[in-house]
């Protein structure tokens, strides 16, 4: 449904008008495939018959499914999500995908942000999706499809308790068992498991217990995972598994030169690394390693791997490993002994990255922002930033964010205050100095427009200094409502 | 266009011609000193590299010639409350006379970058780390140490483990040629006999008498006068720790910062720390 909204909307058609529903044909009748979400205002359901919806619903616009379109779609999301988000990607046809989150999502600052940041950039493509994360494949698919939210994660262990709650139908049943179990009035997860094995196995045959034993990992469930492009993958198969740890750090050394050398045949270098190792019982498991600049350095992507590789299970062990690129960008090929290295405070950073996580190393540079703490930009650490702040004003060397409410009484509309009360002590001042005025950020949108912060710097008794402000400009109450705070301290 | 050699940077390990051999046959007194002072100079990593100068002949004497550039130092706030603020500004300033590029890393990451700016350390000189705890602190300061020219870790609870840091640390500063600075957030209860080469204490100078300050017009009334900081020397080798405390001053710094050089001038008699002030008088006057 939104394939096509999507297809319309880039060959600049208008959109179908609603209420509108997808038919596709099932033996001999033809049966509602998708409905828009006008349609289902309306009380369509999907599997409903197309001549009832018609009859029901006069106007109903109704459009062919196109199954092979849907998986070629979904494929070439998969595409998207191997290069951007996991390097484990499965299909989960029609209309799911299976995204493998162990080895990902400390780029992304946990499981957590990770679903968020998808979901979002997804509803920005304008594709509706509900995410869910647990232990099993089979419990994922159920949490992402019949949890409440619209983003659940089971927190480990927990999958048992996580699922129970959900329809039985959220447990990928063959047409007809899920009413059969309702008919014995078994209606959730739950119910079922306190049910006894062996009457549910003699009643339902066993592919319910099947099912049943993937949702809470108790039978494997291998993924077909999408396989890596090969033109930027160096592999290592070995004869012999091998399974502990330093045989690892030595395929790293291996690879890391070979996909160097494929990477320069290309001219390109590496913006992100996925390592596999696939186990000999059909698992695989996965790192990926990000770069604050395009790399090709043998030396550097092994390193990376090394901080990497210490989190990985070799299990019964490991028969091949990969080393692929899924995302790369031009990178010239640069002549040797000319002056230092650019690339080695990029590579610092990398490992720095790779040790504390995404965002953790950064640089700061100056914004055009109003209050001081809007002044102060995040940048990546590949650029250094140009310019500065202004020289003559005093700013002090540590931030209160957020600032920090004080008591105070001073003469309006610019005098310091004379003794104020923060953190529960009384502090007198010695000496000030202000007020420098600043005006709120009438320029960006959600801002009050109106506001005013007078600054004042004060010096305490001991010699601290601090930096006090006033909100409003002590005259105009829609300035701000006179209270004092403090914000910094100098050095 | 004169064309000169650089100068190659004077490192105790970088190359080492063989000691000088006493003849053979007689042994001679004067040659076997000779070798025992060569094997000296070459395994006492001490009193040599590239210093950071202070400017005042008598201090600079004491300390060997100025601030060990290729070291670690440690940083600690006065035991009054809010002394992070002028620690931070410290760190900045010892960063930014070490020239090049600063990777600072924290826990807590508050400081404000414009703040730092004005002690020296330009946004474009700045590598902002935010570390989960105070060993992985220590290990993005040992990560960056070959890369940077300063590398600051703010450390928010010290322990034992951090005496057996401080010594990686110290060798892997004066390997790389890094200043490396471990600055405390608040004062610890007890001083760890870490191995930094000096140990300085920072306590927020008051602001000069009224009179004084009538002479820096504020815009809004007396105004505050430059902000000077006053600098305990607590622990140093060398000469120096024979003065031990030594209280100095660091004014504020002409603009821009020039290189391996920190100005520091005697505390002021009846400054921030009395007792120090007259340790640094002897010293001036030494």
């Known amino acids: 449904m939104e394939r096509l909204a999507r297809a319309r909307a880039q060959a600049n058609e208008p959109p179908l008008p609603e209420p509108l529903v997808l038919g596709t044909r099932r033996g001999s009748r033809r049966e509602v495939a998708a409905c828009s979400a006008a349609a289902a205002a309306l009380g369509i359901r999907p599997g409903e018959p197309l001549a009832a919806a018609c009859a029901r619903v006069p106007g109903l616009q109704v459009a ?84 409440p939210g619209a983003c659940t994660i089971a927190p480990p262990h ?34 079922l498991l306190a049910l006894p094995r062996a009457a549910l196995g003699r009643r339902f045959g066993l592919a319910l217990l099947r099912r049943l034993d993937q949702a809470l990992g108790q039978a494997g469930e291998p993924l077909d995972h999408l396989p890596h492009e090969t033109a930027r993958a160096a592999a290592i198969m070995l004869a012999e598994p091998v399974a502990h740890a330093a045989a690892l750090h030595g395929l790293i050394d291996r690879l890391a030169p070979q996909l160097a050398r494929l990477l320069e045949r290309r001219g390109e270098g590496a913006r992100a690394l996925d390592l596999l190792f696939h186990r000999i019982d059909g698992t695989i498991a996965a790192l990926r390693a990000g770069t604050a600049a395009p790399t090709r350095e043998p030396a550097h992507i092994a390193r990376l791997l090394h901080l990497l590789v210490e989190d990985v299970d070799p299990g019964f062990g490991i028969e091949m490993a990969v080393l692929a690129c899924p995302r790369a960008a031009p990178l010239a090929p640069r002549q040797l002994g000319t002056g230092p290295d650019p690339a080695t405070l990029a590579e610092v950073a990398d490992r720095l ?87 709120a950020a009438w320029w960006e949108a959600g801002a009050d427009p109106n506001a005013v912060r007078d600054y004042f710097t004060v010096e305490l008794e001991d010699g601290t200094r601090l930096w006090l402000y006033r909100s409003g400009d002590g005259e105009d109450p829609d300035s701000g409502d006179f209270g004092w705070h403090v914000q910094g301290l100098f050095g | ?110 400081i404000f970058p414009p703040g730092l700016a004005l002690a020296g350390l330009a946004p474009g000189r700045l590598l902002l780390a935010r570390t ?32 057996a840091a401080s010594r990686r640390l110290q060798l892997r ?57 006053a600098l305990t020397l607590a622990r140093a080798r060398g000469p120096a720790a024979m003065h031990l405390p030594l209280t100095l001053c660091l004014p504020p710094g002409p603009e821009p910062h020039a290189p391996n050089h920190l100005p520091l001038v005697p505390a002021l008699a009846g400054g921030a720390a009395g007792a120090g002030a007259r340790a640094g008088e002897r010293t001036a006057a030494a």
């Open chain 1, 158 to 191: 927990t999958t048992a308790e996580a699922i129970a709650p959900l329809p039985v139908a959220a447990l990928r049943l063959q047409a007809g068992e899920a009413q059969a179990l309702a008919r014995l009035g078994i209606a959730s997860i739950g119910d």
């Open chain 1, 64 to 147: 062919e499914a196109e199954p092979e379109a849907d998986r070629a779609a979904l494929t070439r999301l998969a595409r998207w999500m191997q290069a951007r988000i996991s390097p484990l990607v499965a299909l989960d046809p029609p209309d799911g995908l299976w995204l493998e989150s162990a080895g990902a999502s400390h780029l992304f600052g946990g499981e957590q942000r990770l679903l968020q940041r998808l979901l979002a950039r997804l509803a920005a493509s304008g594709i509706t999706a509900r995410a869910g994360l647990a232990e099993t494949a089979g419990a994922a698919h159920a949490l992402a499809r019949f949890a």
């Open chain 1, 353 to 439: 990255s790779a040790r504390l996580g995404p965002g953790a190393v950064f640089r700061v540079a100056p914004r055009p922002g109003a209050f001081p703490e809007a002044t102060v930009a995040h940048a990546p650490p590949g650029h250094p930033a140009a310019g500065s702040w202004p020289r003559h004003l005093p700013r002090p060397t540590r931030l209160l964010d957020p600032p920090e409410r004080i008591e105070a009484i001073a003469m309006l509309p610019d005098r310091p205050p004379a003794a104020f009360r923060w953190r529960g002590r009384r502090h007198r001042v010695r000496a000030a100095d202000g007020p420098e005025r600043m005006h």
């Open chain 2, 132 to 163: 989960r705890t105070d060993q992985e602190t220590l290990a993005a300061m040992e990560e960056a140490m070959e890369s940077v020219a300063a590398v600051v870790g703010e450390i928010l609870r010290p322990g034992p483990w951090l005496v």
């Open chain 2, 173 to 229: 500063a004066s390997r790389a040629g890094t200043l490396a600075l471990i600055l405390h957030r608040e004062a610890p209860p007890t001083r760890l006999p870490t191995l930094a080469a000096t140990c300085w204490q920072v306590a927020p100078a008051p602001a000069p008498p009224a009179e004084v300050r009538a002479l820096f017009p504020g815009p809004g009334g007396s105004g505050l006068g430059p902000r000077q900081l």
């Open chain 2, 1 to 110: 266009m004169n064309m000169e050699p650089a100068p190659t940077p004077s490192r105790p390990h970088s190359h080492q011609p063989s000691p000088p051999r006493p003849p053979a046959g007689r042994p001679d007194r004067r040659a076997a000193l000779e070798a025992l002072r060569h094997s000296l100079a070459t395994t006492a990593p001490a009193g040599d590299g590239p210093r950071i100068a202070t400017g005042h002949p008598g201090f600079d004497r004491l300390l060997g010639g100025g601030l060990a550039a290729h070291a670690l130092h440690e940083i600690l706030p006065a035991a009054t409350p809010h002394a992070h603020g002028p620690a931070a500004a410290f760190a900045a300033r010892l960063a930014a006379a070490a020239g090049g590029e600063t990777l600072w890393a924290s826990r807590r990451l508050d």
